[in-house]
C-alpha cells in the first residue's frame, strides 16, 4: 500500500522513561556547551503520512495517528527549559502521548536557533481534527 508523504524531515528524539534515567550532568549541565545538541537520544528521518508517524534513523517506530492521545507544544516538568541552550528562547520540544503510555519528545529540523517543531504539529492537528 503506497503512503501519501506530507512531511519529511532530519529530527531528534527521546522517550520520557529515557530522560527519567539520565544523569544529571547529562541532562543539563553538557547541554549548554557550544556544539551539544537538544536533549535527545535518538536521531534520523520522522516521516509524516496521512496514517503514521514514522521515525527511521538509530531506532525505527510507527505511531499510528490513531494511537495518538496528546499533543503539547512546550516545556514541561521532565523536559525542562533547564536542559536546553538559552533555557529555550529559541524553540520548544513537541510532545506526543501515543500507545498506551507512551510519551515522545520531538525537536525537528533543529538548526540551533529554530526547528521546524510548529510547522509538523500544524500539519499533524489538521490531520488528527480531520
Known amino acids: 500500500m503506497k503512503r501519501k508523504l506530507l512531511f ?8 520520557d522513561y529515557e530522560i527519567q534515567h ?10 549548554h556547551f557550544s556544539f551539544a545538541p537538544p536533549l535527545s537520544k535518538h536521531s534520523g528521518d520522522i516521516i509524516l503520512t496521512e496514517k ?15 494511537s495518538i492521545e496528546e499533543l503539547y507544544y512546550g516545556f514541561d516538568n521532565l523536559y525542562t527549559t533547564a536542559s536546553v541552550k538559552n533555557f529555550g528562547a529559541f524553540w520548544k520540544p ?11 519528545y520531538f525537536i525537528i529540523n533543529y538548526n540551533y536557533l529554530y526547528t521546524s517543531n510548529d510547522r509538523f504539529l500544524s500539519l499533524l ?4 481534527l480531520s
Open 8 to 15: 519529511k524531515s532530519s529530527a531528534l528524539w527521546i522517550h
Open 52 to 66: 503514521e508517524i514514522l521515525l527511521d534513523g538509530d531506532e525505527c517506530e510507527t505511531i499510528p495517528l490513531g
Open 94 to 104: 513537541l510532545r506526543v502521548r501515543h500507545g498506551f503510555n507512551n510519551v515522545t
Open 22 to 31: 539520565m544523569h544529571y550532568d547529562e541532562r543539563f549541565t553538557i547541554r
Open 125 to 128: 492537528k489538521s490531520l488528527l
